[in-house]
């Protein structure tokens, strides 16, 4: 769209005709479009979940690689998203969609210390790491889950049937 108004900035341009939905699997955006619109929305991928296990594990790599994009993953039994490191993180739970089931699974890297609120189960500068100790089979407590680690985490809930 910047192209058709030449004389505007690209970014006022992008904000003033932004999209509602961006289709596709990103392998050919360029780089700057990306991060732009990276900034604006959340991705919803819908059955990204339940079927091949190596295009499961595919999709979690996307949202690792795309760590500063808001990608939610979304299955008829689970929502998956990235918590990256260095943030203190606020999960609004809709418990009337979602829960009680939840996990927290260190991705990348071992996590040195995590700590949350609001699970039954919760951490408190916990370390987890892939072949050792992961939080799962958790159960949220609260509405509102805080959760601070120094590595990124997925954060994994149950969607409740309905």
Wanted: with cysteine; net charge negative.
């Amino acid at each position: 769209m910047p192209l058709f108004f030449p004389q505007e900035g690209a970014s006022d341009v992008r904000r003033r005709y932004k999209p509602d939905v961006i289709k596709g699997d990103m392998d050919s955006i360029r780089r700057e479009v990306l991060e732009f619109y990276a900034s604006l929305l959340c991705i919803l991928v819908v059955g990204a979940l339940g079927g091949r296990f190596d295009h499961e594990m595919g999709n979690l790599n996307v949202i690792c690689r795309f760590s500063y994009m808001r990608i939610v993953l979304l299955s008829n039994d689970s929502l998956i998203h990235l918590l990256p490191r260095t943030y203190c993180h606020e999960i609004h739970i809709q418990t009337s969609v979602e829960g009680p089931h939840c996990g927290l699974i260190p991705i990348g890297t071992p996590s040195k210390s995590s700590t949350t609120t609001g699970l039954q189960w919760d951490l408190n500068n916990t370390a987890m790491e892939f072949g050792g100790l992961v939080s799962t089979s958790n159960i949220v407590k609260e509405e509102k889950v805080t959760v601070q680690s120094d590595c990124d985490l997925l954060w994994t809930i149950s969607i409740k049937k309905l």
